[in-house]
């Protein structure tokens, strides 16, 4: 994310009693593609693309492992290492060109052919979450890859149900600088109208 110019706010303890709203929803499903990522080096994106209204829910989940240090009979000391994230997008049902962008398949005229040798390219991920309280929090992860999503069909019956797909992804972290993702939120100590409006127009 870019400098906005101002002194950043770097909290080692923080204020007692914080408080924040409660997510009632989720929304502005964004993608961009990762053209660069050399280790020490520095990230280079494509221009970020709204997948509109299409995101009803995500699932977060840590890949971590844990080991415990025990002498004299006790546990003297714990390390924790999170390798990656596992995530699972519910969404609408997905266009075409834009399924053909996330899964590296090709698009004509049209007709979208996935074949044997193609490679899912690596993508910065955006979204953000509403609060009941009208403030908002805002998610990046700067390394994630795609995989082909599950898809099930229906015959039409009495009651209307809809058919949605699940796409899952892993999100990495990125060479250039060991990051994997990035929150910002409203509520936050040192959180400027400007993080928010650049949110979505830059990695």
Same mark, same amino acid.
């Given at each position: 994310m870019a400098e906005t110019? &101002?002194? @950043?706010v770097v909290q080692t303890v923080p204020r007692s009693n914080l408080v924040s709203g409660q997510f009632i929803n989720i929304q502005k499903f964004h993608v961009a593609k990762l053209l660069e990522d050399p280790a020490g080096g520095t990230a280079v994106y494509d221009k970020p693309v709204s997948l509109g209204k299409v995101l009803r829910k995500i699932d977060i989940k840590p890949? /971590?492992?844990q080991a415990e240090l025990f002498a004299d009979g006790q546990s003297i000391d714990t390390a &924790?290492? /999170?390798a990656s994230f596992d995530l699972t997008f519910d969404t609408t049902a997905l266009p075409l060109e834009y399924a053909a962008y996330l899964f590296g398949h090709k698009m004509e005229n049209g007709v979208m052919k996935a074949e044997k040798d193609d490679v899912p390219p690596y993508f910065a991920v955006m979204f953000q979450s509403d609060k009941r309280s009208g403030r908002k929090r805002y998610t990046k992860f700067y390394k994630v890859q795609f995989t082909? @999503?599950?898809?099930?069909g229906n015959t039409k019956e009495e009651s209307v149900k809809y058919d949605t797909p699940t796409m899952t992804a892993k999100a990495i972290y990125r060479l250039s600088d060991g990051c994997s993702y990035a929150k910002a939120d409203e509520e936050a100590e040192g959180f400027t109208a400007d993080i928010a409006a650049k949110w979505f127009e830059e990695v």
């Open positions: 110019g &101002t002194t @950043p890949k /971590t492992s &924790t290492s /999170t082909e @999503p599950s898809e099930t």
